[in-house]
T-cell receptor, first 114, second 110 residues
């Protein structure tokens, strides 16, 4: 069964460093999302991506963040100059033909900023 | 902005019990999702529904659009059902983004 994959599973970085979180969505999906979950809190939407551009972003998704789909299969989230408060679990998700379809989640990347 | 509230926040049950988790939301939606999150953190989609009722094995999800309310039922609960159950909604002018509830922590004892 097709699945969304994410790498790495755990990333530890120093404050101020740049990190890139990688996702491979399900191959025929068209809508892509990044969410994050700070420990003990609810999951929050960061950004949605469709037709090779950002379709919607939250107020969390400021200039520190960027997304890319560089090669038609990978979907990356870049965090420039990480802060302590960026420590969280980051989930990638994808969905099929319609924006209100079921979303399939990757296993997540746990980011720890020291 | 849609507010999604779940109840209860914590639920403990004995194996075999019937379980109900409730979700309410404040603004009209296109779809409501029930998700399961295991201790390792991964999120799995259980149901997506926009009206009526859906059943999958021992899980049943219902939604009342007029009352902006949904329930997730688990019949004959089992310790392997222990997880966090999350309600999320999508709709309006969004490109499918999900707005999440805080989750219900379910523990089923043998």
């Amino acid at each position: 069964e097709p699945e969304v994959t994410q790498t790495p599973s755990h990333q530890v970085t120093q404050m101020g460093q740049e990190v890139i979180l990688r996702c491979v969505p399900i191959s025929n999906h068209l809508y892509f999302y990044w969410y994050r979950q700070i420990l003990g809190q609810k999951v929050e939407f960061l950004v949605s991506f469709y037709n090779n551009e950002i379709s919607e972003k939250s107020e969390i998704f400021d200039d520190q963040f960027s997304v890319e789909r560089p090669d038609g299969s990978n979907f990356t989230l870049k965090i420039r100059s990480t802060k302590l408060e960026d420590s969280a679990m980051y989930f990638c998700a994808s969905s099929g033909q319609g924006r209100y379809n079921e979303q399939f989640f990757g296993p997540g990347t746990r980011l720890t900023v020291l | 902005k849609n507010e999604v509230e779940q109840s209860p926040q914590n639920l403990t049950a004995q194996e075999g019990e019937f379980i109900t988790i409730n979700c309410s939301y404040s603004v009209g939606i296109s779809a409501l999702h029930w998700l399961q999150q295991h201790p390792g953190g991964g999120i799995v989609s259980l149901f997506m529904l926009s009206s009526g009722k859906k059943k999958h094995g021992r899980l049943i999800a219902t939604i009342n659009i007029q009352e902006k309310h949904s329930s997730l039922h688990i019949t004959a609960s089992h310790p392997r059902d222990s997880a966090v159950y999350i309600c999320a909604v999508s709709g309006g002018t969004s490109y499918g983004k999900l707005t999440f509830g805080q989750g219900t922590i379910l523990t089923v004892h043998p």
